[in-house]
T-cell receptor, first 118, second 110 residues
Framework: EAGVTQSPTHLIKTRGQQATLRCSPISGHTSVYWYQQALGLGLQFLLWYDEGEERNRGNFPPRFSGRQFPNYSSELNVNALELEDSALYLC?????????????????FGDGTRLSIL | KQEVTQIPAALSVPEGENLVLNCSFTDSAIYNLQWFRQDPGKGLTSLLLIQSSQREQTSGRLNASLDKSSGRSTLYIAASQPGDSATYLCAVFNDYKLSFGAGTTVTVRA
């Protein structure tokens, strides 16, 4: 079974540019989560998509946005890049949260996209 | 706001010794707690998930306990091996998201 796949592996941008990161969940998973792992800040929750809808958002500015496609893959877009956006961006997937018992489904992570801002 | 703390931040042990990693959280209204392993420059590998109604979960040499009322979890790794060297993260799921600790970096010396 293929795991969560993310692309690209590395992305180099300059300040003010826009970045698009992509994630394909495990087959059968409909929930996709995005996290940022910046040096010294630990893993921070960014966004959660389920069944094509944004369900929850972390404490990040609106220039961080995304979407989920009908095949449940997802994109994370970061506009007006700043130096502090340099980080490892991790995507995770799980079965849908909706329904109660699904809250105990583990999240499975990809290897991430390393975004470097010059 | 959920705060997750992991102690110690780093641990170095000789091969064969048992590992004990601690995790504490401030809000006990959690759905579950997950332990992950992260190798340098890589993503997270899920090790164990403990539901809020469970006290412990086991997988091979790994055993994790959960005391929700006191906001604590412990990960035990028996008979450590050099391949166990990695950063171990605990995360709690509530408010529709995972909140992570900063991790414990483990080095197992051959």
């Amino acid at each position: 079974e293929a795991g969560v796949t993310q692309s690209p592996t590395h992305l180099i941008k300059t300040r003010g540019q826009q970045a698009t990161l992509r994630c394909s969940p495990i087959s059968g998973h409909t929930s996709v989560y995005w996290y940022q792992q910046a040096l010294g800040l630990g893993l921070q929750f960014l966004l959660w998509y389920d069944e094509g809808e944004e369900r929850n958002r972390g404490n990040f500015p609106p220039r961080f946005s995304g979407r989920q496609f009908p095949n449940y893959s997802s994109e994370l877009n970061v506009n007006a890049l700043e130096l502090e956006d340099s980080a490892l961006y991790l995507c995770a997937s799980s079965f849908s949260f909706a329904g109660g018992t699904e809250s105990n489904q583990p999240q499975h992570f990809g290897d991430g996209t390393r975004l470097s801002i010059l | 706001k959920q705060e997750v703390t992991q102690i110690p931040a780093a641990l170095s042990v000789p091969e064969g010794e048992n590992l004990v990693l601690n995790c504490s959280f401030t809000d006990s209204a959690i759905y579950n707690l997950q332990w992950f392993r992260q190798d340098p420059g890589k993503g997270l590998t899920s090790l164990l998930l403990i539901q809020s109604s469970q006290r412990e979960q086991t997988s091979g040499r790994l055993n994790a306990s959960l005391d929700k009322s006191s906001g604590r979890s412990t990960l035990y790794i028996a008979a450590s091996q050099p391949g166990d060297s990695a950063t171990y993260l605990c995360a709690v799921f509530n408010d529709y998201k995972l909140s992570f600790g900063a991790g414990t970096t483990v080095t197992v010396r051959a």
